[in-house]
């Protein structure tokens, strides 16, 4: 007997520090999902629910570009516009800008050859003395100032449509980090950051991290998460910045807004044409200036109301799901378990077998 008790101590005695390391190297394992950084605690890593989901080209929020739509493609001229104020600007600009420059530039032109001509030395050993004329002194005074009220007439008009919109139908805030964008949309609940899509043969890139393809957009303009938009609706942005100054431009929306810390700046839109648009900060904010793009998806408004959904948020006037049994609602989060209180040891008796120890934070939060 004494023999058996001393094979049971030396047993005993070699298995507990076996299981005490089993108990310390699973601990973080259980734990890894509660104790895991959160995009809010890195803003750099993506969300887990977009890398957890498969991407599927087409659907809501990752909808394939259009070539030479709302994206570069190479042409000199100003991209097709989309809004109204885009199409309004780009007549101004095509249709009396232009041809104002083109008349203005023959006459100059025109002037400086019949002068060189006509006033050479060869033509005209003896100068003339004559120092005024008053019938050209007032015309190089009123044609000017003629040509300045024709420019001003239709800026004046473009300029008030631009900074007097029409009631909005949503409005999205829009903040410029370094450096990436921040979008907010409070009538719908909604709030995520976007970041560039990085190449696939990126040095940078992390194993596993979502990398940039054609689908996604072009090169520098793709990003992991693209503000969607209604089609046919007033878009109100209310643009600011949370460090150094910035600017929100997409130019198939001509719009171009520097975000100011400390600042709030409005701009508006109105698309009715589902698609993908891109842009990107157009202001010298640091070294990672050229890396901040803008993805804007314009969709029909039952599928963005099928985004609202998926990104957890609710459209107005909706009714908020009913709470469940354990009295957590869909949007309402429940309250974080408390920490396990620890109970004083209670002396076992002769044969009652003492229950295994378990981490109730951890099973609590998984």
Known sequence: MRLIGWAIALAAAGLTPGAANAQASGAPVANAAAIAPTPADNPTAA???????????????????TPGIGEPDGRKGIQEQVT????????????????????????VLGLLLYAMVRFRRGANPTPSRNSHNTLIEVIWTIVPVMVLVGI?????KLLRNQYTPPPADVTVKVTGHQWYWSYDLPDYGVSFDSYMLKEKGDPTLKAGDRYRNDNDGPPLLAADERLVLPAGKVVKFIITADDVIHSFAVPAFWIKQDANPGQLHETWIKVDRPGVYFGQCSELCGARH?????????????????WIAQKGGTMPGSKPAAPDSTGISPVTPAAAPAPATPQPASQPSGNATQPPATNQAATAQN
């Open 152 to 156: 001003a007439i239709p800026s004046i």
């Open 47 to 65: 969300s887990d629910a977009t890398k957890a989901q498969p991407i599927v080209y087409g659907t809501v929020g990752h909808a394939i570009p």
């Open 290 to 306: 050229g890396f901040m793009p803008i993805a804007v998806e314009i969709v029909p408004p039952a599928q963005f109301a099928q």
């Open 84 to 107: 109204p104020i885009g199409r309004e600007a780009v007549g101004f600009h095509d249709n009396i800008l232009l041809w104002v420059c083109a008349i203005i530039s023959a006459i």
